[in-house]
């Protein structure tokens, strides 16, 4: 029988994880997550559905049909009609008078490209009945169940985004010093690894302390605080935090009354109880805690700046890189002020070598043109620095390179 969006009565959406890389993405049901369009992306997309795009924006071998498969994702269906993928606005706004919103749409749902007068627009093909023909599948009784909170990343593979929305953390100067610590180990221990139990404690309204009722508190614990400057002019941008694990809190501080040997009464001060449930590196003493944040369903919506943003490589995230490859995140030196946000794609340039023209007996000396090296997406912010992903590339990319918008 032919395939229609299914009663939440009885089934559950697989919100499959968007994959910018693999193009891994089962496109959602009317009825999944509403995935938020921001009002540039709206106003882009209508003044695109009215107009159409110049038949010069289409990719070489954009085909006149297209039939939306499995694993499809809205990334690689735009690479497909348009030369730029992450112009992913002006792919919807083709489709808008059919399509209301890009998430939502289904395997088997053909697409056409209709030219006309130097433009082109996308639109999906009808079927007799006058509505878009959908896959036909054969459906067996049995029980189908994903949870939606599982596939929370619907633009990149959760494997390649989810340990750097956790792992690193931007903090003043003296943030870090200020956190809850680690105070002592088990048995005198100097390293700390899973399944291990350490004590730990805070100070004032920083103390670790038990919620009567509720589940145990999870932390990341932290180590150092290694400044972030900008290549060019060597202000610091802020203080990145070395992500070394996760604790539950077994137990919280508290005072024990006890006597000593003369027999006065004196209160103990007793560490809370935490116990190491992950390790990326070995902790110890003096390393910090910082509360677990609540699980966000985020969406990654490539896109390109609204407005003319320049920044530059601050770090390559990782222990002793120098260098940055396709699926590494890199430090840049822009933020929430300076109206980065969660998304953007922005293009990495290669500096252009100088050299003496050999040709020229005056021996010159020449810049060449900067070159672009590849693509990254920004997917966390803070104030004056966000953390990208390096979506392709071409050579590697190293701290100093630039950014720029990707057109």
């Not at 959602?28 to 559905?49: E, I, L, R």
């Not at 110890?284 to 919506?301: A, F, K, N, T």
């Not at 260098?323 to 340039?349: C, K, P, Y």
């Not at 043109?369 to 590697?396: C, H, Q, W």
Request: charged fraction near 25%.
């Amino acid at each position: 029988m032919t395939k229609h969006p299914p009663s939440p009565a009885w089934a559950t959406v697989r919100l499959a994880t968007l994959a910018l890389m693999t193009g891994a993405f089962a496109v959602a049901p009317a009825w999944s997550q509403n995935y938020p369009v921001t009002p540039t992306q709206k106003a882009t997309a209508t003044q695109v559905a009215q107009a159409g795009v110049p038949l010069s924006e289409l990719a070489a071998s954009a085909p006149d049909t297209y039939t939306v498969k499995r694993g499809d994702t809205l990334w690689a269906i735009s690479g497909l009609f348009l030369k730029s993928a992450w112009r992913w606005p002006e792919l919807w706004g083709m489709n808008l008078d059919d399509i209301k919103n890009p998430h939502l749409i289904y395997p088997g749902q053909a697409l056409y490209l209709d030219k006309a007068d130097g433009r082109a627009t996308l639109r999906l093909r009808q079927n007799a009945s006058g509505t878009a023909p959908m896959e036909t599948v054969r459906l067996s009784p049995s029980t189908r169940y994903e949870s939606l909170a599982n596939n929370a990343l619907p633009t990149l593979k959760s494997h390649l985004i989810e340990p750097f929305l956790a792992e690193p953390l931007i903090v003043e100067q003296d943030g870090l010093s200020r956190a809850p610590r680690i105070v002592a180990t088990q048995e005198g221990r100097v390293l700390l690894t899973r399944g291990d139990r350490a004590y730990a404690r805070g100070e004032g309204d920083l103390a670790l302390l038990d919620e009567p009722g509720s589940k145990q508190k999870a932390y990341r614990v932290f180590r150092n605080a290694t400044p972030l400057k900008d290549p060019v002019t060597g202000e610091v941008l802020g203080f990145e935090a070395q992500y070394v694990g996760k604790a539950l809190l077994v137990r919280g501080e508290s005072t024990q009354a006890s006597t000593d040997r003369e027999g006065r009464i004196r209160d103990d001060l007793v560490p809370a109880t935490i116990d190491i449930v992950a390790a990326k590196e070995e902790i110890r003493v003096g390393d910090r805690l910082l509360p677990e944040p609540p699980q966000q369903l985020l969406s990654y919506i490539p896109r390109a700046p609204s407005g003319m943003v320049e920044a530059r490589i601050v770090s390559v995230y990782g222990n002793a890189v120098a260098n940055a490859g396709q699926n590494q995140v890199v430090a840049i030196s822009r933020g929430t002020r300076d109206g980065v946000e969660v998304g953007h794609v922005m293009a990495l340039q290669k500096d252009g070598t100088r050299l003496i023209d050999k040709t020229d007996p005056a021996r010159t000396e020449l810049k060449l043109p900067d070159e672009r090296n590849g693509l990254v997406m920004v997917f966390r912010t803070f104030e004056r620095v966000s953390y990208a992903l390096i979506l392709e590339i071409k050579d590697s990319a190293r701290v100093g390179d630039r950014l720029v918008n990707p057109r």
